[in-house]
């Protein structure tokens, strides 16, 4: 249902900025990004008092109602409320207590707009609506922030949403770790995510260059460069997540950068190997053989993102898909798989999967760099490029054929996650 937004910030505490944003805006940024039509903040009694034009001027949709002038709010705050049923819903935390965010259908949005008007409050409206639906909130939701060491709390909680569900071990514990200072003194800058993966790109396609000179010195550089450009890599996600300013264009040129660093970097390998063996008359064949593995891994990537998924990170990719039909109607859906190997050989395939993914390939080149083991990382990198190749290329051609089904159907492509019919 459409709605409108009103985010109360009639409190002294309003402006305080944490982590880049002050509570205000970071009210208005999770109601716009929830869906609001149009968002009203109020922040003194006279946008109090031309609340009931601003809303009659809309058209009087439903309304959601968020309180941030004492409070940090996040997204979470709100979502739930959106999948409700009844005509009011108020968020509630863990302890029932009211968190500070209410929906409401047109009809109760008018009753609340009045009495916002007449200088009543949130608070007073979810406890006077006694059989409103109360929908507890999701994590890193809200946070009391009047006091320093409230805010303080509250910067800590807002840090959470930085450790991503796809990061690896080595994501965990040394990328993060770097990344997250450096987005939290760049979140009160004016510096935006994309400029940071442009950024990126550019420090790892300086360390590719440095890559393909021959000698120690410039490898030791350029895989330095490469692993740095990986770390920074993560300060775009953190930025947006912070702001609440994530994109669908800033998710794929961050997923861009990603695989072009990656893919130069092999062949920067491969011409310093050169440059030190000439003479090795395979050498030439399997960078191209290489690059092509490369190449075909990312347009199989990619094909699913654009055509399924629709989404801008290769963490997404899904190789093993089936049809299913539903209610909802066709889809593909992840198959569900059953081991039969057994618990070591399952443990040593997490291992490679680990050791192929980019962040753990970076450190590895480094630190083999140190030895001056370039032909090592080139073998490395030729062996990945050529088994993701080997991987996804059938798994294109099945999609493709599972493609060719669903509009036999006269469907279009959905992507079905696991756990739906």
């Avoid at 929908?135 to 320093?148: N, V």
Wanted: proline letters at 5%.
């Amino acid at each position: 249902m459409m709605f409108d937004a009103v985010v109360l910030a009639d409190s002294p505490h309003a402006g305080v900025r944490i982590l880049g944003l002050t509570l205000a805006e970071r009210g208005r940024r999770v109601a716009a990004r929830a869906g609001a039509r149009r968002v009203c903040v109020v922040e003194d009694a006279g946008a109090s008092r031309a609340l009931a034009a601003w809303h009659a001027d809309g058209g009087a949709p439903a309304l959601l109602i968020v309180r941030a002038g004492d409070q940090l709010v996040h997204t979470p705050l709100v979502e739930p409320l959106l999948a409700g049923a009844g005509e009011r819903r108020i968020a509630v935390g863990p302890d029932g207590a009211y968190a500070g965010a209410i929906w409401l259908g047109p009809a109760a949005a008018r009753e609340a707009i009045e009495a916002l008007a007449g200088g009543g409050d949130d608070r007073a409206l979810a406890a006077r609506w006694a059989d409103a639906e109360r929908i507890a909130h999701g994590a890193i939701a809200c946070h009391p922030a009047t006091t320093p060491a409230e805010r303080r709390a509250a910067a800590r909680m807002l840090l959470r949403i930085l450790i991503k569900a796809e990061d690896s071990a080595v994501s965990n514990y040394l990328y993060r770790p770097i990344s997250r200072p450096i987005s939290r003194l760049l979140v009160g800058t004016p510096v935006t995510p994309n400029q940071v993966s442009f950024t990126v790109a550019v420090i790892g396609m300086i360390g590719c260059w440095l890559t393909a000179h021959a000698g120690q010195r410039n490898l030791i550089l350029g895989a330095a460069l490469v692993l740095f450009a990986g770390i920074l890599d993560g300060c775009d996600g953190e930025l947006a997540r912070l702001r609440l300013t994530s994109s669908k264009l800033g998710a794929w040129l961050d997923t861009v950068v990603d695989e072009l660093t990656t893919t130069v970097y092999f062949v920067a390998i491969g011409y310093h190997t050169y440059l030190h063996h000439p003479d090795l008359p395979w050498l030439v064949p399997s960078i191209a053989a290489g690059l092509a593995g490369y190449a075909a891994s990312i347009y199989g990537i990619y094909y699913f993102l654009v055509v399924v998924s629709k989404t801008g990170n290769s963490q997404h990719y899904v190789g093993d898909l089936e049809i299913v039909e539903s209610e909802a109607g066709i889809g593909l859906r992840p198959r569900r798989r059953t081991s039969t190997a057994p618990p070591w050989l399952r443990k040593l395939g997490g291992i490679l999967i680990l050791l192929v993914r980019r962040d753990c390939v970076n450190l590895i080149a480094l630190a083999v760099t140190l030895v001056d083991g370039y032909f090592a990382i080139y073998l490395m990198m030729l062996a990945g490029g050529l088994v993701t190749a080997a991987v996804v290329v059938p798994e294109h051609l099945k999609l493709r054929r599972q493609l060719r089904e669903v509009a036999r159907r006269g469907a279009t492509p959905r992507l079905v996650r696991s756990g739906q019919g």
